[in-house]
C-alpha cells in the first residue's frame, strides 16, 4: 500500500544549496595557508593511489585515502558511502571486485585541477565520457586525504547538477538523520554493498530519489524539485513492506 506523507514536520525542512557541515570545517582549516606545489604533488599522488586502489580491489589502502571517520565517497546510484569499513565494503563490491577472479588494469589516475579558497582546498577530475570527480581534500597526520569524493556523470553535469546539488537533496531526504538502512545485492562471492542512504536518479524535471527505512522494511520515493533558492520535496511517498 502507498500513501503520501506531508510534509509538516523539521525532518523535511528547507535545505538550502550550501550546506555548511563538519567536512567543509575540516576543508577550511586545511586551506588557511597557502599550498605549495609540494602539497599540489602529494593531493595528485593521493588521486593517482585512488586509481591504483580502486582498480587493484585493495579495499583498506582505499579506505585508508580518505578522511578517518568522516570521509565520504558519494555517487548518484550508489548514495553516500561514509567511514572507514563502509568505504571498504564499497571496493568490495564494485563489480570488478565481486567476483572469483577480482581486479583490472589501473592506470595512474586522472590529472586534477586544484583549487584553494577560503572554504578549502578542493579539486575536480575529468573523466571525459564517464563525467567528473568533484573533491574536498584535507591534511591529516597521515598526509593529505580525501574529505569527500562525488562523482557526477556526463548526465548529471549536463542536467546542471553538482556536488553541492546532491548534498542538498540527501540533507533533504534526512540522511543525517540515521533512519536509512543500506542497501545489499547477492553477487558470485556473496552478499555485497549496493548503495547506502538515499539513491538520487536525475530527471528533466530535478530529481528522485529511494530510501529503505531501518527496521521498517518499507522505502521512501522521493520527487525533489529545485526552485530559485532551494531543493525542496515535490512529493514524498511511503511504500509499506506488505506492498512489495
Known amino acids: 500500500m502507498k500513501k503520501s506523507i506531508r510534509l509538516l514536520s523539521a525532518f523535511v525542512g528547507v535545505i538550502m544549496f550550501a550546506v555548511p557541515g563538519p567536512a567543509a570545517a575540516q ?42 571517520v568522516t570521509g565520504s565517497f558519494a555517487s548518484g546510484f550508489r548514495g553516500e558511502i561514509v567511514g572507514h569499513d563502509t568505504l571498504v565494503a564499497l571496493v568490495q563490491s564494485e563489480p570488478h571486485c ?3 577472479t577480482p581486479g583490472r588494469p ?12 577560503p572554504e578549502g582546498v578542493t579539486g575536480m577530475a575529468d573523466l571525459g565520457n564517464a563525467g567528473h570527480y568533484e573533491d574536498v ?3 591529516t597526520p597521515k598526509g593529505w586525504r580525501f574529505q569527500s569524493r562525488n562523482v557526477i556523470t556526463k ?43 538515499v539513491v538520487v536518479n536525475v530527471t528533466p524535471e530535478g ?24 531543493w525542496r520535496f515535490q512529493s514524498r511517498t511511503y511504500v509499506s513492506p506488505d506492498s512489495k
Open 137 to 139: 581534500y584535507v591534511r
Open 155 to 197: 548526465k548529471e553535469a549536463d542536467a546542471h547538477f553538482t556536488a553541492k546539488d546532491f548534498i542538498a537533496v540527501r540533507r533533504l531526504a534526512g540522511t543525517d538523520l540515521g533512519v536509512f538502512d543500506d542497501v545489499y545485492r547477492d553477487t558470485p562471492v556473496g552478499r555485497r554493498l549496493r548503495s547506502s542512504g
Open 207 to 230: 530529481a528522485t530519489g529511494r530510501a529503505f527505512l531501518r527496521g521498517d522494511g518499507g522505502h521512501y520515493d522521493d520527487v525533489y524539485v529545485r526552485t530559485a533558492t532551494a
Open 27 to 68: 576543508a577550511g582549516r586545511a586551506g588557511s595557508s597557502r599550498l605549495t606545489d609540494q602539497d599540489r604533488a602529494e593531493i595528485q599522488d593521493l588521486v593517482s593511489h585512488y586509481a591504483s586502489a580502486l582498480g587493484s580491489c585493495s579495499a583498506e589502502a582505499f579506505a585508508d585515502l580518505f578522511a578517518p
Open 106 to 117: 589501473a592506470g595512474k589516475g586522472p590529472d586534477v585541477v586544484i583549487t584553494e579558497s
Open 98 to 100: 565481486a567476483t572469483t
